[in-house]
């Protein structure tokens, strides 16, 4: 009988061996599910990380576009051309080779430089918004002749092509 009892406690400490060993299996388990959990979790924060990256980069672009406007949009002076048509002229600047242009009223308010072109001896047309601005009028002429512009070696009264 003791040795049945010796047998049975040999047969007890395998099962209990067998069982550590299965919660051993166990914790293994859990251990790498966890791991898989935090690495999935990581690959997820750097990913957002790149995202909020490429959007940093895009607020920057945006916020540099907005400051090269505010520079350039004062180097226009808002001029009634027809009626109650509006466009915006450059001012005229010393040493500057841009020569003398309107801008479509429209663009400009949405930050955007277009510059209106002559469609007939009548019209300037925006080539973005196709905003038509009539240009052959009293007010157009008294325009032309307070720009001191002189396109083409000619007077301040044939600017615009006049």
């Known amino acids: 009988m003791v040795g049945e009892a010796i047998a049975g ?15 051993d299996i166990d914790d293994a388990a859990r251990r790498n599910a966890a791991v898989i959990e935090l690495q999935e979790r990581i690959l997820a924060g750097q990913h957002a990380q790149a995202e909020l990256l490429e959007r940093i980069s895009a607020l920057e672009k945006e916020v540099a576009n907005f400051e090269q406007w505010e520079t350039e949009k004062k180097n226009y002076d808002l001029k009634a051309v027809h009626g109650d048509s509006f466009a915006y002229a450059n001012k005229p600047v010393a040493g500057s080779t841009e020569p003398p242009h309107l801008i479509c009223a429209n663009c400009y308010q949405q930050r955007k430089k277009r510059i209106l072109q002559r469609t007939d001896m009548a019209h300037l047309e925006c080539p973005d918004c196709k905003n038509r601005v009539r240009f052959d009028s009293a007010e157009a002429q008294s325009f032309r002749q307070r720009s001191s512009y002189s396109p083409r070696g000619g007077t301040p009264g044939s600017w615009m092509g006049s």
């Open 9 to 23: 406690l040999g047969a007890l400490k395998t099962a209990f061996d067998l069982a550590k060993g299965l919660k």
